[in-house]
């Protein structure tokens, strides 16, 4: 209804908007399939030096049972619902919780400084005077819109990279990256990454 309430607002019709929706399906869907065809070719997504895919995982975990005729885990499953009955009962986040116990360390890590720097950003502060709430919920909504900018150019660079080398074109430095001089450039860089989204989020008005 808002879709058509926007065609109506800009001049366009419902024919036209309903063509542009199956096309741009169409084109997403053979995006999608083409991405992980080229994904698993190059990296794979089981065995060694395999992409992590934990949340794939545990979904592959939850229905295989159920697929090939094996008894599902009942006992797990009645436990597990009865975690989140009192994780929110204390008033823990039963999402962030659960995504913390399956997703590994190396991307648990940077979560948890995520959190780190949206509560320093987003947190008031007594000389931001009347308008500090508004000001930290302004500030934590630009840090939101710049990490999923982030996010969005990292997913495609790792596409791109997984391109040129699907192509034959190796250009990954494993000597350097396995080096001193690879980690600490990487702590460093990820450090001015910090450094940049605490700055760039608390200049917001």
Same mark, same amino acid.
């Given at each position: 209804?808002?879709?058509?309430?926007?065609?109506?607002?800009?001049?366009?019709?419902?024919?036209?908007?309903?063509?542009?929706?199956?096309?741009?399906?169409?084109?997403?869907?053979?995006?999608?399939?083409?991405?992980?065809?080229?994904?698993?070719?190059?990296?794979?997504?089981?065995?060694?030096?395999?992409?992590?895919?934990?949340?794939?995982?545990?979904?592959? =975990?939850? @229905?295989?049972?159920?697929?090939?005729?094996?008894?599902?885990?009942?006992?797990?499953?009645?436990? &597990? !619902?009865? %975690? *989140?009955?009192?994780?929110?009962?204390?008033?823990?986040?039963?999402?962030?919780?659960?995504?913390?116990?399956?997703?590994?360390?190396?991307?648990?890590?940077?979560?948890?400084?995520?959190?780190?720097?949206?509560?320093?950003?987003?947190?008031?502060?007594?000389?931001?005077?009347?308008?500090?709430?508004?000001?930290?919920?302004?500030?934590?909504?630009?840090?939101?819109?710049?990490?999923?900018?982030?996010?969005?150019?990292?997913?495609?660079?790792?596409?791109?990279? =997984?391109? @040129?080398?699907?192509?034959?074109?190796?250009?990954?430095?494993?000597?350097?990256?396995?080096?001193? &001089? !690879?980690? %600490? *450039?990487?702590?460093?860089?990820?450090?001015?990454?910090?450094?940049?989204?605490?700055?760039?989020?608390?200049?917001?008005?």
């Amino acid at each position: 209804i808002t879709d058509l309430k926007i065609g109506y607002w800009i001049g366009t019709t419902p024919r036209k908007q309903e063509t542009w929706k199956f096309l741009g399906t169409l084109v997403s869907a053979a995006t999608v399939g083409g991405v992980m065809i080229i994904l698993n070719k190059t990296y794979g997504f089981v065995g060694e030096n395999a992409l992590v895919a934990p949340q794939a995982n545990a979904m592959a =975990a939850v @229905i295989e049972p159920l697929m090939s005729g094996q008894g599902a885990p009942w006992m797990l499953y009645l436990a &597990g !619902a009865i %975690l *989140a009955l009192v994780l929110n009962i204390l008033g823990v986040p039963v999402l962030a919780f659960a995504l913390g116990m399956f997703i590994p360390l190396s991307l648990n890590t940077p979560l948890l400084v995520g959190g780190a720097i949206s509560w320093f950003v987003s947190r008031k502060r007594e000389k931001d005077g009347e308008k500090a709430e508004e000001l930290a919920a302004a500030r934590n909504e630009k840090g939101t819109l710049i990490a999923s900018g982030f996010i969005a150019g990292g997913a495609l660079m790792g596409v791109v990279s =997984a391109l @040129i080398k699907f192509c034959g074109v190796e250009c990954y430095l494993g000597t350097w990256a396995a080096s001193n &001089g !690879a980690a %600490l *450039a990487g702590v460093v860089a990820y450090i001015a990454l910090i450094v940049y989204f605490i700055f760039a989020s608390k200049k917001t008005k």
